[in-house]
């Protein structure tokens, strides 16, 4: 199983980082987790094309982590000969975000099918809500071996929010999301093979007076609190995502630093492309 983080930025554009988005490789399994900033960019830099994207799961509907689901849907629709449903999985609420989103490629969708004689259908969806709470955990996707399972993170005010776990013949990885420590995620890690945490530096962000980033504070989890969590779970490495705000050059260390003084095992963080094989 494959991990590989393709956008580690957060909410402001980054030059260096595009936004939330993790693919996950697993038995000829493509799986896409969020689809932020740059998504089908970084897909092609990891070798794949839109096409060969399995399934979408959705943690949250907050902008950063769909804002390209737009794109995913049209370019897979004008670069497939035959109707491809994507399936896109995602807390409640999903099912509203997608009408609405197709909706507005309602101009675009009646361009194309007036050039394309052979393009003749819609952009086809599939879409699953999610409906999970407190530390429950249910099965969403299966293909052959490979198993997804979710259960209810805490985002709030975003709400709901939930974290995915892939299992595949005795390798695991969790992928959390936003969110702060919770039952849930706990439940959802335990004995995972890697846990992919979204984090800020609460100690950088709290010294800066700004209103607006002093909110973020309350509900996202600082290096140390994933640690923490990994720890808690039993989770085999932790993967750090999401970093808000950017590391500098040179920096990325800081916050492995800070994780390692909470969880005692392996921890990757780095650029948009890293990739950690379970």
Excluded at 45 to 65: E, I, K, N, P, Y
Excluded at 87 to 107: C, H, M, Q, R, Y
Excluded at 224 to 243: C, I, K, M, N, S
Aim: hydrophobic fraction near 45%.
């Amino acid at each position: 199983m494959d991990v590989t983080l393709l956008g580690t930025g957060g909410p402001l554009p980054d030059a260096h980082r595009a936004g939330p988005a993790t693919l996950v490789r697993v038995a000829g399994a493509n799986l896409l987790i969020d689809a932020g900033r740059g998504v089908l960019m970084r897909l092609s830099a990891a070798g794949l094309g839109v096409g060969q994207v399995h399934a979408v799961f959705l943690t949250h509907l907050h902008s950063d982590h769909i804002t390209d689901l737009g794109d995913l849907i049209t370019t897979r629709w004008i670069t497939s000969f035959t109707p491809s449903p994507l399936p896109v999985f995602g807390p409640v609420g999903t099912a509203k975000i997608l009408d609405d989103l197709v909706a507005s490629l309602e101009a675009d969708v009646s361009y194309r099918m007036g050039h394309h004689e052979d393009l003749s259908w819609v952009p086809p969806i599939e879409v699953t809500e999610v409906d999970v709470s407190g530390t429950d955990i249910v099965e969403v996707w299966q293909a052959g071996d490979v198993v997804v399972t979710a259960a209810a993170t805490d985002h709030r005010p975003v709400h709901p929010s939930i974290a995915f776990r892939v299992d595949h013949a005795g390798s695991s990885a969790v992928l959390a999301g936003d969110t702060v420590p919770c039952g849930g995620l706990d439940a959802l890690s335990a004995g995972a093979g890697a846990l992919v945490h979204t984090v800020i530096r609460k100690d950088l962000i709290e010294a800066i007076p700004i209103q607006r980033l002093q909110d973020t504070l309350d509900y996202h989890s600082s290096p140390e609190q994933a640690g923490d969590t990994a720890q808690r779970a039993g989770v085999g490495t932790l993967v750090l995502t999401h970093y808000v705000p950017a590391p500098g050059p040179g920096e990325i260390e800081q916050w492995k630093d800070l994780a390692a003084t909470t969880f005692d095992g392996p921890i990757a963080a780095g650029d948009d492309l890293l990739t950690v094989t379970i």
